[in-house]
């Protein structure tokens, strides 16, 4: 049984930084692109980073290019999202998944974000 388990959220300061960790099991973690995602009060789920299976290929949306940093530690079967220079806007629960596009996943319970002053 595939089990997702999102951690490191909180509620943080604009321009402040947290880390958010995403632990696999009952799954090959190296046999798979991830992403993280996130899903703010009434809009729906986006894409907010991937990373490919051997981590040549790292794709960020625009709105979060250049303060987000996506890693993968294939050893431990975790991938982390580094997250800098937080806004309110990025306030939501964020949830990672595996596959380049789609998810191939169930969803797990995601980790909340809250930035706010």
């Known amino acids: 049984q595939v089990q997702l388990v999102e951690s490191g959220g909180g509620l943080v300061q604009p321009g402040g930084s947290l880390r958010l960790s995403c632990a696999a099991s009952g799954i090959i973690f190296s046999s798979y692109a991830w992403g993280w995602y996130r899903q703010a009060p009434g809009k729906q789920r986006e894409l907010v980073a991937r990373i490919s299976i051997t981590s040549t290929n790292r794709d960020y949306a625009p709105s979060v290019k250049g303060r987000f940093t996506i890693t993968r530690d294939d050893a431990k079967k975790t991938m982390y999202l580094q997250m800098n220079g937080l806004k309110p806007d990025d306030t939501a629960v964020y949830y990672c998944?595996?596959?380049?596009?789609?998810?191939?996943?169930?969803w797990g319970q995601g980790t909340q974000v809250t930035v706010s002053s």
């Open positions: 998944n595996a596959g380049w596009s789609p998810p191939t996943l169930d």
